[in-house]
């Protein structure tokens, strides 16, 4: 007879094979699916093409929606091919779905297919591969509109394409792809009048979600770390490091628009953290200054970047997504054109 430890070993080691196998079974059934999937709708788009006829294309679908459902089941519903087809569309080079195909399943495609512009589909893509996103996650990143909140988004294409590119191969993450603006922390429930102390405060209740909110590299530190310089004390609102840009982050919480002498804070902050605080193998530290509105002229007058500082709003309430939205694509537009000038 077994002993009692030597048994529970067995048990651990057969329950981690079958674990594993089932783990491998459904990447490879995922990986078939959606080469599957891609084949069936680039057959179908190529056969619509080859015909003239306006209405061939509503007519096949449908005829091929019924006999395929009949001999293998609702995956071939009229709507299901519809899907497969903007798939094969959207993702026309079937080397990129081949590389896709082990780390993104089928839902995460169609999460990705409705994304009409191929720099932030690109970004996603780029991201959830990275980070090994769920399909919960990546929607909920969608959602947010995390790329049109994410500083990179204000550079050009190309620029944005080779950030992610050298991130992917060399695991070099350049921090406007993990910094925003704004940062959404309706989450915080603040209504009326209140303080910083308060904000910074109820940021400490939910520090879980504002760290999501932030981005999960994100780890705490400390609040109101306290420095002295020259015998006089300073204290720093909220102190993070980040782990894949392998820096300090100071934050600091304004409750109305950037002022100059913020940037002197920031400044004092980071410079003293650079000479005592950072240890070997890290990055100088970044500070980010939340505000509960911006000043756009400051700020470029200021010129925040040279010091490693970065500014962002806050909102304690969401506008509409029609509304943010047209204020986040003004925003990137703005600062694209300013790049091309």
């Not at 981690?16 to 491998?24: A, C, D, G, N, R």
């Not at 944005?160 to 989450?187: M, Q």
């Amino acid at each position: 007879m077994l002993q009692n430890q030597d048994h529970q070993q067995l048990m651990m080691d057969l329950k981690e094979l079958v674990t594993k196998t089932k783990s491998q079974v459904a990447v490879q059934v995922n990986s078939a699916m959606v080469v599957l999937y891609w084949k069936i709708g680039q057959r179908i788009n190529e056969d619509i093409l080859g015909n003239k006829r306006a209405e061939y294309g509503k007519e096949v679908i449908v005829q091929i929606s019924e006999q395929l459902t009949l001999e293998f089941g609702s995956s071939f519903s009229n709507k299901n091919l519809r899907k497969m087809m903007q798939f094969a569309s959207v993702f026309q080079d079937f080397e990129i779905v081949a590389s896709l195909m082990r780390q993104l399943s089928w839902t995460h495609f169609l999460l990705l297919i409705p994304i009409s512009e191929e720099v932030k589909r690109n970004f996603y893509i780029e991201i959830c591969k990275i980070e090994n996103w769920s399909v919960r996650t990546l929607k909920e990143k969608i959602n947010s509109l995390l790329f049109e909140r994410t500083e990179i988004s204000k550079n050009p294409e190309e620029i944005i394409n080779n950030e992610l590119k050298k991130w992917s191969e060399t695991n070099v993450l350049n921090p406007d792809l993990v910094f925003k603006d704004p940062y959404f922390l309706d989450f915080l429930e603040l209504k009326d009048t209140f303080s910083e102390r308060d904000l910074e405060e109820a940021i400490i209740v939910e520090l879980q979600k504002f760290i999501s909110e932030l981005g999960n590299d994100f780890a705490f530190l400390s609040r109101q770390k306290r420095i002295t310089i020259d015998h006089r004390d300073y204290y720093l609102d909220l102190l993070f490091y980040h782990r894949k840009l392998k820096s300090l982050v100071v934050i600091e919480l304004k409750l109305g628009e950037l002022e100059a002498s913020h940037k002197g804070q920031m400044e004092l902050y980071l410079s003293y953290l650079n000479t005592y605080e950072k240890v070997e193998g890290e990055n100088p530290p970044i500070g980010l200054i939340l505000c509960s509105g911006k000043n756009s002229e400051h700020i470029e007058l200021m010129n925040l970047e040279k010091d490693n500082s970065k500014v962002a709003e806050y909102f304690l309430i969401l506008p509409s997504e029609k509304v943010l939205l047209e204020k986040l694509h003004r925003s990137i537009e703005i600062a694209r054109n300013k790049f091309e000038k």
